[in-house]
Each structure stands twice: as C-alpha cells, then as structure tokens.
T-cell receptor, first 111, second 112 residues
C-alpha cells in the first residue's frame, strides 16, 4: 500500500523561528512535491524534486527552501517563519508527475 | 485568468441524488484529466482520470471531458454521505516536470 508520511499533523511556531517539515515516502518514487493549501486559493506548489539533490521552484517559493538528500525523504524549510506562512502543508510523491500520492498534511500555525 | 476554474461550492444535495461537479480550463496542452478527492483534515487522493475527450466510468463515478469546450465533469450517481468531501479537478500535460495544475476544489455535502 502506498504510503506518504509527514512528521507532524499540527505544529505551532513563533515568528522568526526556523521550521522543518519532513516528508517520507516508501514507494521509491522519483518525484516529490510540497504544496500549501489555503481556503479559496487551493493547492499551490512551493517546490518539487525530481531526483535526489535536484529541485525546482514552484509557484510560491519565496520564504521556503527544500532539501532532498535521500530518495525517500523531502524536507521543507521555513528559514524565518512569518504569520503569513500559517497554512496546511501537503507533501506528495509520484512516478508520473500527475498521479500524485499525498500525505495527511501538516497544519502549521505561526504566532 | 486562472488556468483551471472550479466553483468552490459548497454544494449540498440529499442522499441518492446525482451530483455534477465541473471545471473549465484554458490550456489546450492538457491531455490527461484527473479528479482528486479530499476528505476533511486529510490529504487529497486520486479518484480517477481520463485521457483526452470522452467518458470513463468507475462504479458510481463517471468522468467526462469535452476538449472542444475545455470542460471537465465528474458525475456521482446515488450519492452517499461518505461522498462528502472536496473534489479537485487537475488537468495534466503529462509531459514535463510541472505537469499537473489543480483547481481550487468544490466542497460537496451529501445530506442523509
């Protein structure tokens, strides 16, 4: 069974903190994605990775960075969290870039 | 103009009703048409997809694509309360790393 896990379901951080969101997949997929989901705005792509150590910016990369040191793990880093980064963060992985398998999401609140 | 437009709803129907969920898109390069379902407080899951124009049926669900009018539909027959979720259409170019574009989703509520 396909499995994408995210390190936390809920996270509360303070403005200016460095935040790490971890995602792990067990399907040996080449592609991994980070999205944020906000009411009325839908899913917006932050970054994606198509191979170990390879990454490309999505639609809203500002304020974020990513790391993919191993094929199964893709990390999203908020260098200095701000209140406008309060959101639901979703990780996904795929063989083809369109048939994506999503994790359960991390709801991040920045105070 | 957004590449993919989808009515956010909510759409509320009684149990047993036929539901029609729709999207329009602007990019003629889209070749595959995905539907994802997202339950509350969960990540989206791929429900079904079609290639090019035409219909595809999977149980109570039918996906329909009209490429000439750039219109995508998902029909749910005999809707159940367990179908209550947000449905996201997602057309795909299939080729290239940025293949998939999500609509903003339509929230469906099926009342028992």
């Amino acid at each position: 069974d396909v499995k994408v896990t995210q390190s936390s379901r809920y996270l509360v951080k303070r403005t200016g903190e460095k935040v790490f969101l971890e995602c792990v997949q067990d399907m040996d997929h080449e592609n991994m994605f980070w999205y944020r989901q906000d009411p009325g705005l839908g899913l917006r792509l932050i970054y994606f990775s198509y191979d170990v150590k390879m990454k490309e910016k999505g639609d809203i990369p500002e304020g974020y960075s990513v790391s993919r040191e191993k094929k199964e793990r893709f990390s999203l880093i908020l260098e200095s969290a701000s209140t406008n980064q309060t959101s639901m963060y979703l990780c996904a992985s795929s063989i083809y870039t369109d048939t994506q398998y999503f994790g359960p999401g991390t709801r991040l609140t920045v105070l | 103009q957004k590449e993919v437009e989808q009515d956010p709803g909510p759409l509320s129907v009684p149990e047993g009703a036929i539901v029609s969920l729709n999207c329009t898109y602007s990019n003629s390069a889209f070749q595959y048409f995905m539907w994802y379902r997202q339950y509350s407080r969960k990540g989206p899951e791929l429900l079904m997809y079609t290639y090019s124009s035409g219909n595809k049926e999977d149980g109570r669900f039918t996906a329909q694509v009209d490429k000439s009018s750039k219109y995508i539909s998902l029909f749910i027959r005999d809707s159940q309360p367990s179908d209550s979720a947000t449905y996201l259409c997602a057309p795909s170019r299939r080729e290239g790393r940025r293949a998939l574009t999500f609509g903003s989703g339509t929230r469906l509520q099926v009342q028992p």
